[in-house]
């Protein structure tokens, strides 16, 4: 399980075709040249069952320039210290808490969306999400945007 949530840096050249294009697909949503999910899948030439298998896992990679911004969604237990746990390993990135919302726990959970501003000091951002999804009572973490 471990293995379905690391990340990678690869080379353009080394990313399969469909997922190119899910990125396009993305891209095309995002700038509201397609409006819908079928228009922009038919301009980028991939089917929707493509489009929705991957697009959550693959986003264009952005260097830790100031400006950047990581928003992500978690599921986390209603446990004291926990959240405390969560915002002290961004700390210790040198994330940037621009935002964070966490709703009322149901049935001992809750969930928590942080939009994280990059900066040139930040540490590794992948490592830092790592390190958050270790933690015990992390049921999932998953990138929404990154900007």
């Known amino acids: 399980m471990a293995e379905d949530n690391q990340y990678y840096v690869v080379r353009n050249k080394a990313v399969p ?3 190119l294009k899910v990125v396009e697909a993305k891209r095309l949503l995002a700038s ?3 409006c819908s999910v079928q228009e922009a899948t038919d301009r980028a030439g991939i089917s929707r069952s493509s489009f929705y298998k991957y697009k959550d ?3 264009p990679f952005h260097d830790n320039a100031r400006g950047r911004t990581i928003t992500f969604v978690m599921q986390m237990d209603d446990v004291p210290g926990l959240l ?3 915002l002290k390993i961004i700390a210790e990135y040198n994330g940037n808490i621009l935002t964070i919302n966490q709703t009322i726990p149901i049935n ?3 969930s928590l969306t942080l939009s994280i501003d990059v900066l040139p000091i930040t540490g590794d951002t992948s490592s830092m999400l790592e ?3 270790q933690l015990e009572g992390i049921h999932y973490l998953k990138i929404l945007g990154r900007e």
């Open 17 to 19: 075709d469909v997922l």
């Open 32 to 34: 509201e040249r397609a």
């Open 57 to 59: 896992d693959i986003f």
């Open 84 to 86: 405390s746990a969560v």
């Open 108 to 110: 001992g959970v809750a």
């Open 131 to 133: 390190g958050i999804e």
